[in-house]
């Protein structure tokens, strides 16, 4: 007699990770289910104002744009594989829950978050399906919780620490697209399901502002497979044997590598980058510069380990060190500096940027953030928050674990790390080419000290 098999129902949670390459935990249940739901949820707070907390604002056009452009991607890749993406417009817990429960779901896998709130979710669904199966991998870093040298609980406190413990290691090969998916269990639920993933969006979404014809934003365009191109037309270029000489320009496409914003919503992965890399050196020859683009890639793997160890601490107006610095809350100080109408026209050039693209370059975030603390000396978070809004590159590691590092609260063992505006606008910008590009001839000249009415001294 024919033994009766149960269906197996597996939901894979995307999250951070709209692609199909280099995922390990989407291989590992493909292989467990006979049916699968992949999912998304679009959180409703991505899309209004919250005054209960800290300066939370909608995402702005920009960032929901290449969130929007990354989902329609990763959908058509799916549906490539007879599969499709279920985009959920509820409170994630809540919308796996139904899904779980509706479908007799037993097992559920995603990559691993280091978000405190999203990880409190994950548990959450655990403690609430203790029947079901959970599992997370580590596609969002460079390497996983069995292959570095410590604990993220026993995290080195500093930067420079933890290179030395990691750069020597060898980073695994990113693994292929998988070639076939279990099927969705069919119908799926039209309640949930977003069935005309661009029109339904758009009704959500503000449309973006117009852009200058020759805007560089217009080349970030969402998805793996413009990540995946990117990638491939930057190491066929001469431009990462210049990267270390470049990479603090203001304005320059080429001058930086630009992959952070495919890096943040995962549809690249840090393996892939590094496989890029390291093809790129056996044909060209390792350097210097070829170097400081690993050495970056490490910064951003400090920093998503940082989050894992410190969790909740890393939105703390005393951040790690437990003593508040001396800054606060001025609304006319902090309107000035979002506007881009302060008394440092490289600041306003740099904000009026971030307004009109949703990008802005390293160097610059260090100004603006080294002029938010030290100048308007205003309380951290609300940088960090407003950054989080409007950046398409937004990832919670990266961010506050950098904002928190200028403020003297975070990883920094130096402390405050205060910029000389001046000097750094005669630096990077000797001819006023960005402050003009970006606010306009006037904003050249130097302002007269009656401007500086109402503004902390340089003393602080």
């Known amino acids: 007699m024919r033994a009766h098999h149960t269906m197996r129902r597996g939901i894979f949670w995307f999250g951070n990770d709209l692609r199909l390459h280099d995922q390990t935990a989407l291989r590992a249940l493909a292989c467990r289910v006979d049916e699968l739901i992949c999912v998304f949820c679009l959180d409703p707070a991505l899309l209004q104002s919250r005054p209960e907390i800290l300066g939370h604002a909608p995402a702005s056009p920009h960032r929901m744009a290449f969130l929007q452009q990354s989902l329609g991607d990763l959908n058509g890749n799916l549906a490539e594989l007879d599969q499709h993406l279920l985009i959920c417009q509820r409170e994630p817990v809540a919308a796996l829950s139904q899904l779980i429960s509706q479908f007799e779901v037993s097992e559920v896998a995603r990559s691993r978050h280091p978000g405190v709130y999203e990880q409190a979710q994950w548990q959450a669904l655990q403690k609430q399906f203790p029947h079901c199966h959970f599992q997370e991998a580590d596609s969002r870093t460079l390497f996983s919780t069995d292959t570095l040298p410590f604990s993220w609980k026993e995290l080195p406190s500093t930067f420079s620490q933890f290179r030395r413990a990691v750069e020597n290691l060898t980073v695994p090969q990113p693994l292929p697209a998988p070639q076939t998916l279990p099927p969705p269990p069919s119908p799926l639920p039209s309640a949930l399901a977003l069935t005309n993933l661009k029109s339904t969006l758009q009704l959500a979404l503000p449309s973006p502002p117009a852009l200058p014809d020759d805007s560089e934003a217009e080349r970030f365009i969402g998805g793996e497979q413009a990540g995946l191109q990117h990638l491939h037309h930057y190491f066929h270029s001469a431009w990462p044997g210049k990267y270390k000489a470049l990479r603090n320009d203001l304005d320059q496409w080429h001058h930086s590598t630009k992959f952070s914003p495919w890096l943040a919503l995962g549809c690249v992965s840090p393996r892939q980058i590094v496989m890029r890399l390291r093809e790129y050196e056996s044909r060209e020859g390792a350097s210097d510069s070829s170097y400081w683009i690993y050495f970056e890639l490490l910064w951003r793997e400090f920093f998503q380990w940082h989050a894992h160890q410190h969790g909740a601490k890393l939105f703390r107006f005393q951040g790690l060190r437990g003593k508040r610095p001396l800054t606060s809350f ?127 001294s340089e003393g602080g």
Request: proline content about 5%; hydrophobic content about 35%; aromatic content about 14%.
């Open 330 to 456: 001025y609304p006319d100080r902090f309107r000035a500096w979002c506007e881009g109408t302060t008394p440092w026209p490289i600041v306003n050039a740099c904000m009026h940027q971030l307004r009109e693209t949703g990008f802005m370059s390293n160097r610059g975030r260090q100004l603006v953030a080294s002029c938010f603390v030290h100048e308007l000396q205003l309380d951290w978070r609300y940088g960090a928050a407003y950054f989080e809004q409007h950046l398409i590159d937004y990832d919670m590691a990266s961010n506050w674990g950098n904002w928190q590092y200028l403020a003297g609260v975070g990883a920094d063992p130096r402390g405050h790390r205060r910029f000389d505006l001046d000097k750094q606008a005669r630096q990077y910008d000797p001819n006023g080419d960005f402050v003009r590009r970006w606010r306009g001839e006037a904003s050249v000249a130097h302002m007269d000290s009656q401007d500086m009415v109402g503004w902390p």
